[in-house]
C-alpha cells in the first residue's frame, strides 16, 4: 500500500461537494484510514457507505468511487471498474447504457455465493439495469497463464452445457451459463478477458464475472 496516500489524498479532494451531498455524516472523516483497517470492518464499512448513497442512485444514478478512495482500474463497453487502494475490492459501475445481460448473471450470481467460480457480492445498488457491486479483488489472467486455457475450454463446455466435470460447483456454473444463452436475448462472451483469478492460501481459482452480453 505504500505511495497510495498522495494519490488517495489528491483524489479525495476533488469534487468535494459530491462527498457532503451523498455521505453528509462522514464528510469530517479521514477516509485514508479506512483502507488499513482489517478485512471485516473495511468491508462493513465500505457497504455502510454504498448503503448510505442508495437514495442518490436511485434518483440521479449518481456514484462516484474515486470519492471513497478507489481507483480507476479498467473500463468496458457497459461499465467502469474501480479498486480499493489495499486490493481487497472492487466497485463496478455500470455506464448510462443499461446492461440487461450483466443484470441476468448478476441475479444468478447472488444465488451462488457457495460457489468458487461466481464472484463474491458484498453491497448492490441496483436502478432498472444499471447497478453498482461491491465485490472482491480479483486479478488479470495472463495469456502465458494455465488458466487461459482453462477458460477456453469451460467457455465450450458452456455453449454446448458438457456437465461432464467431476466438479460439481464447475457443473453448476456450466449448466447457468448455458441456460441464460439457450434463448434470444443474450449471447456467450466468455473469454479469458472476462474470467479473473482469485488466489486463496491453497492455490488459485477462476471466476467468472461478465460470461454474456446482449
Not at 457532503?20 to 455502510?48: G, M, T, W, Y
Not at 440487461?100 to 439495469?129: C, G, M, W
Amino acid at each position: 500500500m505504500t505511495g497510495f496516500m498522495p494519490k488517495l489524498a489528491k483524489s479525495l479532494a476533488q469534487n468535494l461537494r459530491w462527498v457532503q451531498d451523498n455521505f453528509p455524516q462522514k464528510k469530517h472523516i479521514n477516509r485514508a484510514e479506512v483502507f488499513f483497517q482489517p478485512f471485516v470492518e473495511l468491508r462493513q464499512q465500505l457497504v455502510s457507505w454504498i448503503e448510505e448513497s442508495r437514495e442518490a442512485f436511485t434518483l440521479r444514478q449518481d456514484f462516484n468511487p474515486e470519492m471513497l478512495g478507489f481507483d480507476h482500474f479498467d473500463a468496458g463497453g457497459y461499465a467502469e471498474v474501480y479498486t480499493s487502494p489495499c486490493k481487497r475490492f472492487a466497485i463496478r459501475v455500470s455506464r448510462d447504457c443499461a446492461d440487461s445481460a450483466y443484470q441476468d448473471f448478476l441475479t444468478i450470481a447472488l444465488q451462488r455465493q457457495h460457489n468458487p467460480f461466481y464472484p463474491k457480492v458484498y453491497a448492490l445498488l441496483q436502478h432498472e439495469n444499471r447497478q453498482v457491486v461491491l465485490m472482491e479483488y480479483l486479478t488479470l489472467i495472463d495469456l502465458d497463464d494455465p488458466e487461459y486455457d482453462e477458460v477456453e475450454i469451460l467457455r465450450e463446455d458452456s455453449r454446448l452445457g458438457k456437465t461432464g466435470s467431476p466438479c460439481p460447483n464447475r457443473q453448476e456454473l456450466v449448466r447457468d451459463i448455458h441456460a441464460l444463452v439457450a434463448g434470444d436475448d443474450c449471447r456467450l462472451d466468455l473469454h479469458p478477458d472476462n474470467a479473473l483469478l482469485r488466489h486463496t492460501g491453497t492455490g488459485r481459482q477462476i471466476v467468472v464475472t461478465d460470461p454474456i452480453a446482449g
